[in-house]
């Protein structure tokens, strides 16, 4: 059970993040301070310093708290019965659906993501947790014989997650309007890689 001043210290870390997602929103990130948040907050700005260090590491949290539940609900659902394809559609939609629900932010996540503004530990902790999950699906399909052995698995994540970001900056540009277009482009787009486009 939680006691009453770890209770409250999570109140705090999550009134910052709810401040600082609103505000990323309504006046962009690079346009929003560390006290614009604390105030947003009703908090004082040593406090916020006291949780996160930069506006980074508030948007790096949010986003691995708010992604978390969701792929845990993915790894619980019997992947065993389902195809790569499958798996690899339902895993980059859930990522989509989440970047694309609030375009401001998803226009800093998909920023942060090919041009991050500097070396963040954080960040590589978080991308790495998410590499795992694509290389433990392209390793049980190397199993099942569902692809080839040869591919190494690491090269194949990328391959995959670099096809994600192209439909992420399609949406953005406004060549995808809808999640069901976003999702019929990638598995169209999916099928290709796994299925070559050599005679």
């Known amino acids: 059970m939680v006691g009453i001043?770890?209770?409250?210290k999570l109140e705090t870390k999550q009134a910052i993040q709810t401040a600082a997602v609103k505000l990323f929103a309504e006046k962009g990130f690079e346009q929003t301070s560390i006290e614009d948040i604390a105030k947003e907050a009703s908090i004082g700005k040593t406090t916020v310093y006291g949780y996160f260090s930069t506006k980074n590491d508030i948007f790096i949290n949010y986003c691995d708290e708010?992604?978390?539940?969701?792929?845990?609900?993915l790894q619980s659902d019997d992947g065993e019965e389902k195809s790569l394809i499958d798996l690899l559609v339902d895993f980059f939609m859930l990522k989509f659906t989440f970047v694309t629900k609030n375009r401001e932010f998803g226009r800093q996540m998909l920023r942060e993501m090919i041009f991050p503004g500097e070396v963040n530990e954080k960040a590589k902790v978080h991308d790495q947790r998410y590499f795992d999950i694509l290389e433990g699906y392209f390793k049980t399909a190397q199993e099942r014989g569902e692809i080839s052995s040869e591919p190494e698995i690491f090269y194949l994540s990328v391959h995959f997650f670099s096809i994600y970001l192209g439909l992420l900056a399609g949406w953005y540009t406004g060549y995808l309007g809808s999640l069901a277009e976003a999702e019929e482009g990638m598995r169209t787009l999916f099928n290709q890689a796994i299925g070559g486009i050599a005679k």
Not at 5 to 8: A, D, G, P, S, V
Not at 68 to 73: L, S
Request: a neutral charge; aromatic letters at 8%.
């Open 5 to 8: 001043r770890e209770q409250k």
């Open 66 to 73: 708010e992604l978390d539940c969701a792929f845990k609900q």
